[in-house]
């Protein structure tokens, strides 16, 4: 997924410093790569193909002795994109090809999108399909397959038709970089730990990028890309880790992304083609979700959804449409849910093909079947939120902060069901929703409140803050010069002014150190702290939330902020430094918090 902007041009400067150091070997040392190896002829093999085979309703393809005589053969490889292909699909597939190819130059790869690309990957096949080893399923017969690979999948209904292919292979290779538990998914457990029982090599590792884990072993065999494909592979990594922002980006992404760079990867054709396009029927949607878009404040978070319908089959596109209203709409959370229709008007699978005057008489027609497609989006901000863990439980699936699914809904509620007073409880829905027995919005709603089941409890100032018997301050009684002596000895730059007279600590102001050179240098080092103190700073309560903490540090500038009671008792001090160490970006030791400890 990628980003409007200048996004490029930071992740440039970041690989220009990468670049500084040497890069001698970048395959990961403590990180190896999940390899399995069998027999296909071991008997768990044979089950698994016996399962498969019930669940595509397909076995080999057997020929008369007559074609077989007239069939001249082909041998090849072909590597599968997943359905809907995006750059990293692509892009890693294109690698295997290479690589395949230089291990065995008399065996030609051909790389097979199953069904269907993303609109930005569809410009970019535009304009190099004649340069890629782009094959379509009518030009290569199953029993000619030697090896089939698998790039950015791991179960077999992704790669649609491509299922009835996989009994014909010699051996079956998967290449993926997201880790998941098939039985995670109900829909789709069984087909994915089937493929990954009949696989030969499986290679899972935790990086942002199929296509980084193809690129090392190119770079490792010495096989250096030509222009077009070397930028390719860059759109690919650069697709998955939102030029290397997301947080499963790694350094072996940055690597393989410098590494195509310097064999000739266009930087102008990155720019071209790897920022979406948005149609005139994208546009059209999105001006129509912003005026029905709902946003509400959960955990500190805001939350946003819209639901929109669309005129009749589904658009491609839409997960560039829900970036952009998350963008617009400043939302940590944005889930967009798209109602489309499908199977109106079509004959039933099965028999041959009646001519059109008879269509009408004989041929049973599908009645139109309402699909709700959900598209999900998280920023850094939503701790917690794991949209791929969400979405697989409709069938679905993606990366934590990006993820998507698609599942038939009902075109009118149940009116049993409306009139219950008590809720629901989520498994009961879901069983409801996967049965395609929820009306889209609740669906929709379904989904939200699965999202605030995973943001956890809000943190409080009086759980982080730093507390007065650690924190050095300073009574409104003792003079400017004492006052600068104690700023000097501490090397402080901020301090809380109390008064301690009725000793109890009674927050009066806060005290910073242009202040006192100023006083110093006016000639009032005898005069008292009390006559220069702020009239108004701002103060929190103990149980004032950590979004409200945010605000002040962020929209009004507040970079250290007395926290109070009720009576204004002074009890601690919230600083940036401690509202960082709770997102958890950085390493906790290297946080260094500004002098505001006792020594």
């Not at 059209?284 to 955990?299: D, F, M």
């Amino acid at each position: 997924m990628t980003r409007r902007g200048t996004g490029s041009i930071q992740w440039i400067t970041a690989l220009a410093l990468l670049s500084m150091r040497t890069v001698t070997s970048w395959a990961p040392t403590t990180s190896i790569p999940l390899r399995k190896t069998r027999s296909r002829r071991g008997n768990t093999a044979a089950v698994a193909m016996s399962a498969l085979k019930q669940t595509t309703g397909t076995s080999r393809t057997t020929t008369t002795a007559n074609e077989a005589d007239h069939h001249e053969q082909e041998p090849c490889n072909v590597v599968f994109t997943h359905t809907n292909a995006d750059f990293d699909s692509l892009a890693a597939a294109v690698a295997l090809s290479l690589l395949w190819k230089h291990e065995n130059p008399s065996l030609p790869t051909h790389v097979v999108l199953p069904r269907g690309v993303h609109p930005v990957v569809q410009r970019f096949l535009a304009f190099h399909k004649h340069l890629l080893p782009l094959r379509g399923f009518k030009t290569i017969l199953p029993e000619d397959v030697h090896a089939i690979g698998v790039v950015d999948a791991q179960d077999a209904s992704r790669i649609g038709r491509g299922q009835s292919w996989l009994s014909h292979a010699q051996s079956i290779h998967i290449y993926d970089h997201h880790e998941g538990d098939p039985d995670t998914n109900e829909k789709d457990g069984l087909q994915k730990a089937t493929l990954l029982e009949l696989a030969s090599e499986v290679v899972i590792d935790q990086v942002g990028s199929t296509t980084t884990l193809l690129v090392e072993r190119l770079k490792e065999a010495g096989i250096c890309p030509a222009p077009h494909e070397a930028t390719l592979f860059v759109l690919g990594i650069r697709a998955d880790t939102g030029g290397l922002v997301y947080e499963g980006t790694t350094i072996r992404d940055a690597a393989a992304l410098l590494w195509c760079l310097e064999n000739g990867a266009s930087q102008v054709a990155i720019s071209q083609f790897g920022v979406a396009k948005v149609s005139e029927t994208q546009r059209t949607i999105l001006h129509s979700a912003l005026g029905k878009t709902e946003t509400k404040l959960v955990g500190g978070l805001r939350i946003s959804s819209v639901l929109v319908t669309l005129e009749d089959q589904y658009v491609a596109g839409l997960a560039q449409i829900c970036e952009e209203i998350m963008d617009l709409t400043d939302s940590d959370v944005f889930l967009l849910g798209a109602t489309h229709r499908s199977g109106s008007g079509k004959p039933k699978k099965g028999g041959r093909k009646k001519k059109k005057k008879d269509t009408a008489q004989n041929a049973a027609v599908v009645p139109p079947t309402q699909w709700i497609s959900l598209i999900g989006r998280a920023s850094a901000r939503a701790v917690g939120v794991d949209l791929n863990a969400m979405m697989r439980q409709f069938g679905g699936g993606g990366h934590p902060k990006a993820a998507a699914a698609a599942l038939r809904c009902s075109n009118c509620p149940d009116l049993d069901d409306t009139t219950s007073e008590q809720p629901s409880p989520i498994a009961d829905l879901l069983v409801l929703a996967n049965e395609g027995k929820l009306v889209a919005n609740e669906t929709l709603g379904l989904a939200i409140s699965i999202i605030e089941t995973q943001i956890p409890e809000q943190l409080v100032a009086s759980s982080f803050m730093v507390p007065i018997s650690q924190i050095v301050t300073v009574d409104k009684e003792i003079t400017i010069a004492e006052a600068r002596l104690i700023f000097d000895n501490h090397n402080l730059k901020s301090v809380p002014v109390v008064d301690s007279t009725a000793g109890n600590n009674r927050f009066r102001s806060s005290l910073k150190l242009n202040d006192l050179v100023k006083a110093s240098r006016a000639g009032r080092s005898n005069e008292k702290l009390k006559g220069m103190l702020r009239p108004s700073v701002k103060t929190v309560l103990p149980d004032t939330n950590l979004a409200d903490l945010e605000h002040l540090l962020v929209n009004e500038g507040i970079g250290r902020i007395p926290v109070v009671d009720d009576d204004g008792i002074l009890l601690g001090i919230v600083t940036r430094t401690d509202v960082l160490r709770q997102h958890k970006l950085y390493d906790e030791s290297n946080l260094i918090d500004l002098k505001l400890a006792k020594d």
